[in-house]
């Protein structure tokens, strides 16, 4: 083999070392100095997730149009905006469910979520919660939890393992947040519908997602289960970071009610129409036109 093809093979080597690293955080400093590890969320600037200039087209038809958001660590955002607007094809993107025609989706500085499969995202930390409650309806509630938990694949349990004393009060504390401990026993499929919802949550929790996304989640409740709903994710805020869809007023006036200043943003036609208060977003003359208004 001559120099050259020995130093063109080097260079390719290298090449697809750095293009590894690069695939999940690419070794950059944190704070203090301190190196990020592989995989793990760099949070040095702030925020917890990234979009730029996203588009998604279906045949010509763009769902999404140059989308650009940022979400800050621990922080809960409400985005609200007219069917189609291209709220869950925006979430499909973030999970790695669809792949955008062009643009950039950062997990905090260093993770690439384009790179990644929709495995890969829910290891890393992102937990979405669907429209549709998908729990085992045959398990107790307290067996769901503990499925959830073994499923997580940096719990290095079998299913038929026994659960840990930490584990144990892990559950314990979910059940909990969730206002479900006096049902742990029960069978899910005898649960409400908003229980259902707030099982499938709690199933999310039991990986401890550091992002959780959640499209429409008081769809059908009750008003009762829709004010413990906007609780339990008050509760989650700043721990974890939530972006939540919805289209039900009510329920953003109950997410915000704690800090008038919480921004909130409309999506319209694929893009941000409007990013604000809920104040200044209902205030807006676009936004009233093309959703508040109708
Ligand atoms: N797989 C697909 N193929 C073709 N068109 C699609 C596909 N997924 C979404 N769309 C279109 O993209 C647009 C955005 O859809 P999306 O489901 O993201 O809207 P949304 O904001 O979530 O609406 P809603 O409030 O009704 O849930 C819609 O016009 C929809 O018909
Ligand atoms: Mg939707």
Redesign the pocket.
């Known amino acids: 083999m001559t120099p050259e093809l020995l130093e063109a093979g080097a260079r390719v080597r290298q090449a697809y070392v750095e293009r590894e690293q690069e695939r999940f955080s690419g070794g950059r400093t944190a704070s203090y100095g301190r190196v990020v590890q592989p995989g793990e969320l760099d949070l040095t600037h702030g925020a917890i997730l990234y979009l730029d200039d996203i588009t998604v087209s279906?045949?010509g038809?763009k769902?999404l149009d140059a989308l650009s958001l940022s979400i800050d660590a621990g922080e809960l955002r409400c985005i609200i905006?007219?069917?189609?607007?291209?709220?869950?094809?925006?979430m499909?993107v973030i999970t790695g469910k669809?792949r955008p025609d062009a643009g950039r989706a950062h997990f905090g500085s260093t993770i690439d979520l384009l790179r990644l499969r929709e495995s890969e995202v829910a290891r890393a930390g992102i937990g979405r919660k669907f429209q549709k409650p998908s729990v085992f309806e045959h398990l107790t509630v307290f067996e769901n939890l503990e499925l959830a938990l073994k499923a997580d694949r940096r719990v290095r349990a079998s299913v038929f393992s026994r659960l840990s004393g930490a584990q144990l009060d892990r559950i314990g504390e979910v059940l909990t947040l969730i206002h479900l401990k006096d049902q742990a026993e029960r069978t899910a499929g005898l649960l409400s519908h908003g229980q259902k919802q707030w099982l499938e949550i709690g199933m999310l929790l039991m990986q401890d997602p550091r992002l959780l996304l959640l499209?429409?989640p008081v769809a059908g409740m009750t008003d009762e289960e829709t004010e413990r709903t906007a609780e339990l994710f008050l509760s989650l805020e700043g721990e974890h970071s939530l972006v939540v869809?919805e289209?039900d007023m009510k329920f953003i006036h109950e997410l915000t009610r704690d800090n008038p200043k919480k921004k909130v943003t409309v999506?319209h036609e694929?893009s941000v129409l409007a990013e604000g208060s809920l104040a200044e977003v209902q205030a807006n003359d676009k936004v009233v036109e093309v959703y508040l208004g109708r």
């Open positions: 279906f045949d038809f769902a905006g007219p069917n189609g607007a291209g709220k869950t094809t925006m499909d669809t499209d429409e869809v289209h999506l694929g």
